[in-house]
Every structure is written in C-alpha cells, then in structure tokens.
C-alpha cells in the first residue's frame, strides 16, 4: 500500500494511493502548493511525504496495527524483529544466540522485500531482556553486519512478546 501525506497550511490530509491511483508524490505538491496560492496570507510551506509499507511473508507477520517496514525519504525503517518462526509466530527454542539470529534473518527477510541489505543499514536499536547476554549477542550480530557496523543503541528491558529474549529494529538506506 502507497500513501501520500499531505501538510498544507498545517491541516492534514491523506489520501489513500488505491483509491488515488494517478496522484503521484509530484501531482500532489502541486495541488497543496496551488492551495497555498489561494491562501497567500497563511502560505509558509508544503511537506509532501510518500510512503510505501512494506510486506513479506518470509518475515513474522505484524501482530497488531503495525507495518513490518515502511519507506520514506529513502530510508527503510523495520518493525523490531523478534525471534518468531514466520510458520508458527512461535518464538524459536535455543537461547538467546538462535533468538539472536531468527531476529536478524526476519530482519533480512524485511531488509530484502523493502529492496535494501544489511551492508545499507545506517541504524540499530537492540532491546535485550538480560544485558550478561551482550557478549553473546554481539558474536551472533557480526556474523551479519560488516566492521564498522551501523550505529547502534542496546538497551535493557523488563520483557519484550511471547517472552522473547531480544528484539531488534533497523533504518537502513534503500
């Protein structure tokens, strides 16, 4: 799904691609900027925002109203990948090295379907029940991520879905 957010004179309006199949990102500038002509008086600026959600079924789908990924101003922001097992939504067994690796391969699985890799990831965040696990933690993600490695954040947390032992999201350039 494709949506076009438009902020003239600071009043929101969306409009849904489906339902809008010729409004393009640049069709749309123009009609705010022609509104704001009429409006001279309140005429500041226009932001003209296009986003794409992004989908795989190789990846965990969205448990609740959220996109596995979105792209916007080109840059690829994922969901926080978790360790589930895309076939059963089950959190997979072995620890928190196998958590650590289901959680980045679905991340890959989003990276792929949003047209983006790890070798493009500029971000990270890792949320992590047990912060003695960062050693452990750290061998796995530098399987996946070449030296130097994207920015990162890691922090600790009380608990995280289906008792997960990790959770990672990305914002990669596409």
């Known amino acids: 799904k494709k949506y076009i957010y438009i902020y003239p004179l600071g009043k929101h309006t969306m409009m849904h691609h489906a339902t809008c199949q010729s409004i393009t990102a640049r069709t749309a500038a123009l009609l705010a900027t022609k509104r704001q002509l009429k409006n001279r008086r309140n005429a500041s600026s226009v932001i003209v925002r296009a986003q794409e959600f992004i989908a795989t079924d190789k990846a965990p789908a969205a448990a609740g109203p959220y996109s596995q990924g979105i792209k916007s101003g080109g840059l690829l922001y994922t969901c926080g990948c978790v360790a589930f097992v ?86 990669a350039e596409c």
């Not at 928190?96 to 989003?110: D, H, P, V």
């Open 86 to 171: 895309p076939e059963t939504m089950e959190i997979v067994e072995g620890g928190i090295e196998a958590e650590t690796r289901q959680a980045l391969t679905n991340m890959g699985e989003i990276l792929k379907a949003g047209g983006s890799d790890f070798s493009k990831v500029v971000k990270t965040t890792i949320f992590i029940t047990n912060m003695a696990d960062f050693p452990k933690v750290n061998a796995i993600y530098s399987e996946f991520f070449d030296t130097p490695g994207p920015a990162r954040s890691t922090v600790g947390v009380a608990s995280l879905p289906k008792g997960g032992l990790i959770e990672i999201d990305a914002i």
